[in-house]
């Protein structure tokens, strides 16, 4: 196993954070602190992977994280990761660093044999794909103050700085993302809300559904723009600060019942109010149980998705595919993430979705919209309209 290679980036001016992708690391000590602003919550007894890249071969490309007890206990689990790795080789060469996180490891001692065995899998069945392993190490935890060994002799030790003080973790929170304090955290995002506020939905949803539905049925073009207005009004609604009412909330639900609002809505991932739609797509998922769960967990997962938190995107669609397993853009999602698919192919295929809807008259005001080059049916106009 080569030698850890160090990478201090060079200091930004002030106000101008370096982009996630572009931040490189300085060390094992580092790099674990780093973890929470790479996965969007701290792990832990995990395996993460991070894949080194770009034009110098130091550059944080991607992350990924399995739960350690579950490779220890399979190893056949490793030839997984190493499907996906050689699946993510196709658009982008890397190498893996591997950190373990092991809360029963005391250090600073040597590590577990169950440690060197783990990285002896990883050298052996990641070497077949082939991906180079270029360095490992062992921590108790992702906190200031841990301490951590690197493997697989133990030769070099030392603690972890505050992962709150991390420089890719202070960008992420720059740019308006969450650091959760564990994957529980971010699963919550989904959980149901209190029961008074799922009946509440649900009553109102039951009183409206009759005159949407014929509305729908008979109301031609004007009656889509109608439903994606409902929605539109109800994300800037929850822009302000504010929490849409029952009845905004119940009519907004019902649209993304709509396969043409629901398509247009995948455009509100980019843009000003992409927050705002996140936090919509979240209280209906919370709220909302059966088809218009899936569809919002599903809008909730694209949104996260083009954002960058992989993580919280795949809670959401794994919420989604449990209501319905055959969902159109959840089942996409599931096997983008599963390639680890960069969140700038969902981005495009979020203003795609703009531009479509706008040719279709579904126009979000507060965001540039040009109607596409070609009419919508053909291969590329398909693309903004796979769910189902």
């Not at 971010?186 to 014929?214: F, H, Y």
Request: aromatic share 4%; hydrophobic share 45%.
């Amino acid at each position: 196993m080569t030698t850890w290679r160090s990478d201090t980036p060079q200091r930004h001016g002030d106000g101008t954070p370096p982009q996630p992708d572009r931040i490189g690391l300085g060390g094992p000590g580092d790099l674990i602190a780093a973890l929470p602003g790479l996965l969007g919550f701290v792990p832990e007894d995990s395996l993460v992977l991070v894949l080194l890249g770009g034009g110098s071969g130091r550059q944080v490309v991607a992350a990924l994280r399995q739960d350690l007890p579950v490779l220890l206990a399979h190893p056949e689990a490793v030839d997984d990761l190493a499907q996906r790795l050689r699946c993510m080789r196709r658009e982008e060469t890397f190498d893996v660093l591997a950190v373990i996180v092991d809360g029963a490891w005391e250090g600073p001692a040597v590590p577990e044999a169950c440690h060197d065995w783990l990285v002896q899998q990883l050298l052996m069945r990641f070497g077949a794909a082939p991906i180079e392993v270029v360095g490992a190490v062992v921590a108790s935890a992702v906190a200031d103050g841990a301490p951590w060994s690197e493997l697989p002799d133990g030769e070099r030790c030392g603690t972890v700085p505050d992962p709150h003080a991390s420089d890719l973790t202070a960008t992420h929170v720059f740019h308006g993302r969450t650091i959760h304090g564990s994957r529980a955290e971010i699963e919550a995002v989904l959980s149901p809300d209190p029961l008074e506020l799922r009946e509440a939905l649900v009553d109102e949803l039951g009183r409206i559904a009759g005159g949407v539905l014929t509305r729908r049925r008979t109301g031609g073009a004007e009656a889509v723009a109608a439903e994606f207005d409902d929605v539109l009004a109800a994300v800037a609604q929850v822009d302000t600060g504010d929490e849409p009412s029952v009845g905004e909330s119940a009519r907004a639900a019902l649209a993304l019942g709509n396969a043409e609002v629901r398509d247009a809505a995948m455009g509100l991932a980019v843009g000003g109010k992409a927050v705002a739609a996140r936090r919509l797509w979240g209280m209906l998922a919370r709220r909302l149980e059966g088809v218009l769960r899936a569809e919002s967990a599903a809008l909730l997962a694209f949104t996260a998705y083009a954002a960058g938190d992989g993580t919280e995107a795949g809670v959401a669609v794994d919420a989604a595919l449990q209501v319905c397993p055959g969902h159109g853009l959840a089942g996409l999602l599931d096997e983008a993430l599963s390639l680890a698919l960069h969140p700038e192919r969902i981005r495009e295929l979020a203003e795609y979705a703009v531009e479509s809807s706008a040719a279709e008259g579904l126009v979000v005001p507060w965001l540039p919209s040009s109607p596409p080059a070609r009419a919508c049916g053909g291969e590329d106009g398909a693309a903004a309209s796979t769910a189902s």
